[in-house]
């Protein structure tokens, strides 16, 4: 299997899970204060929206780049 067509498998199975699931969260730790033998932290958590159209849009050029080189070889 070579670069190219790992490549379109990996855009093609990222698509398809952003169109599963959506958004992600993921937590960031914004503030962190110590005083004394005293800790604190601030964490938040932040969504982020993975858009439609960018989930079907690797969709299609990675199932583009599978097909551009098929038709590579003979």
Same mark, same amino acid.
């Given at each position: 299997?070579?670069?190219?067509?790992?490549?379109?498998?990996?855009?093609?199975? %990222?698509? +398809? %899970?952003?169109? +599963?699931?959506?958004?992600?969260?993921?937590?960031? &730790?914004?503030?962190?204060? &110590?005083?004394?033998?005293?800790?604190?932290?601030? $964490?938040? $958590?932040?969504?982020?929206? +993975?858009?439609?159209?960018?989930?079907?849009? %690797?969709?299609?050029?990675?199932?583009? +780049?599978?097909?551009?080189? %098929?038709? $590579? $070889?003979?």
């Amino acid at each position: 299997m070579n670069g190219t067509r790992i490549v379109a498998i990996v855009l093609i199975l %990222a698509g +398809i %899970a952003g169109l +599963i699931y959506r958004s992600f969260t993921y937590t960031d &730790k914004t503030h962190e204060t &110590k005083v004394g033998p005293i800790e604190v932290a601030v $964490k938040e $958590k932040e969504t982020v929206q +993975i858009p439609v159209w960018a989930s079907a849009g %690797a969709i299609v050029v990675g199932a583009g +780049i599978l097909l551009a080189g %098929a038709r $590579k $070889k003979p």
